[in-house]
């Protein structure tokens, strides 16, 4: 039951997190949440339109958490592009600054995610090619760091927008941390390569890729460890020279304890895919410190 707050906000309490929403915004359901946030579908009074309120949990908890709501904002306010979820509003009930430690952001309302799509049916070569255009496409204006197909939203015209850009970068040569989603992580991120690049986003898009093709995820790791070993038993073991470009002396000395293994050819792991998803996907997956496609 919503209880008023102030004249242009009411509260609602959803999925026990409170809510203070402006008037415009009525019809609030849960769609989806994750480590940062929470997100409901709300139709927008003044434009009669279907849209997504994202509200993060506390965002202003630590410094960390704070950069990652400022980053998410910034690049939500000044990136316009067809592939990438633009910001349509953003509020606070907050009056003041001294009271201020929430913000919530509205963004277009789209049903489905790749993942959800996946799951469903089984998609053409046609429907695939287009996809993964637009992947690339979105990943060329902005670095993301947490690709994965719940963070690709797909609607009914086949039209891919990518969202939830907590971790994200705006592109630039070298970045740090362990932010991707495991099985869609390069393996310089498990490898404890802390100064990596934005090709791990490729890294992603290719695993993603061919999970579309085949209809299964490519490296399914329980943990991190056996998530590096799928990985090696499909790309073979890394040469000594990009061993020795591991940051991490225990990644070193970990893996060259390793069986060494001989790089798969891929005609033989994906044979029932087409041709283009056979010709982009090593390119996307090559190991640490091989060229990625861009």
Not at 146 to 167: T, Y
Not at 168 to 197: C, D, L, Q, S
Not at 216 to 243: A, H, R, Y
Request: proline fraction near 5%.
């Amino acid at each position: 039951m919503a209880s008023p707050l102030k004249a242009r906000f009411h509260r609602l309490e959803i999925q026990k997190t409170t809510w203070d929403v402006p008037d415009r915004y009525t019809s609030l359901k849960p769609v989806g949440s994750g480590a940062y946030g929470t997100v409901c579908s709300a139709i927008d009074q003044k434009t009669k339109e279907k849209v997504a309120i994202k509200k993060l949990y506390r965002p202003f908890q630590s410094l960390i958490h704070a950069k990652r709501a400022y980053r998410e904002l910034r690049l939500l306010r000044h990136i316009q592009h067809d592939n990438v979820i633009c910001l349509l509003n953003v509020f606070t009930p907050d009056s003041t600054l001294e009271k201020f430690d929430t913000f919530y952001m509205v963004m277009p309302f789209v049903a489905q995610d790749l993942g959800h799509i996946m799951k469903k049916k089984q998609l053409t070569s046609k429907v695939i090619t287009y996809l993964f255009y637009q992947i690339l496409r979105g990943l060329k204006v902005c670095h993301h760091s947490d690709l994965k197909p719940s963070n690709l939203a797909v609607d009914e015209n086949c039209e891919l927008k990518i969202l939830d850009f907590g971790l994200a970068r705006h592109a630039e040569t070298e970045m740090t941390g362990y932010v991707v989603t495991r099985w869609y992580r390069a393996p310089e991120v498990i490898f404890n390569w802390m100064h990596y690049t934005q090709t791990v986003d490729v890294w992603s898009a290719g695993c993603i890729l061919a999970e579309v093709i085949t209809g299964e995820v490519l490296f399914p790791g329980s943990d991190s460890i056996d998530q590096l070993k799928k990985i090696l038993n499909l790309t073979g073991t890394p040469s000594s020279t990009l061993v020795q470009k591991m940051q991490s002396k225990d990644a070193q000395s970990y893996v060259r304890s390793l069986p060494v293994q001989k790089k798969k050819a891929f005609k033989e792991v994906f044979s029932g895919m087409d041709p283009n998803g056979m010709s982009t996907t090593p390119k996307s997956i090559s190991p640490l410190g091989h060229p990625r496609c861009r």
